[in-house]
């Protein structure tokens, strides 16, 4: 090859970043000079807003397990799809694990979480024996 050849000549190869997120951790939309994606089309219009994380700790952890708790009394609607079911076993389950919580953080929680789960534990067996008294466990 002469010396003009080898200008002209492609030289090596093109490197693109097509990873989803970018260095700082943050999704993006497409990757830099990425075909678009096959599937639907492009949603229109503003990307949907997602809710802020919320912060996790012991009190949140008990309320999402007495929202579960009301959804299976069918006291709720199923956040997914809207109906309210009863399904008495799931619910006399995660009282039963609220309970057990209840006893291996015993003298371990502060006054406002110790009062916190006693009142969600009341308030739950109380519905719980109500909900049972209206549809027994065999019907």
Do not use: C, W
């Amino acid at each position: 090859m002469s010396e003009t050849d080898e200008k002209d000549a492609p030289r090596g190869f093109k490197v693109e970043d097509r990873r989803r997120f970018s260095d700082t951790g943050e999704a993006r939309l497409r990757a830099p000079g990425a075909a678009p994606e096959a599937g639907p089309a492009p949603h229109q219009g503003p990307p949907p807003v997602e809710p802020a994380p919320v912060d996790i700790n012991f009190s949140t952890f008990v309320i999402s397990l007495s929202t579960q708790v009301l959804v299976h009394l069918g006291e709720i609607p199923n956040p997914i799809d809207a109906q309210t079911a009863v399904d008495l076993g799931a619910a006399q389950q995660l009282i039963d694990i609220l309970g057990v919580l209840k006893e291996k953080t015993r003298g371990n929680l502060d006054a406002s979480e110790s009062s916190l789960l006693d009142g969600i534990l009341y308030d739950l067996r109380l519905r719980y024996v109500e909900r049972v008294r209206v549809r027994p466990a065999g019907a």
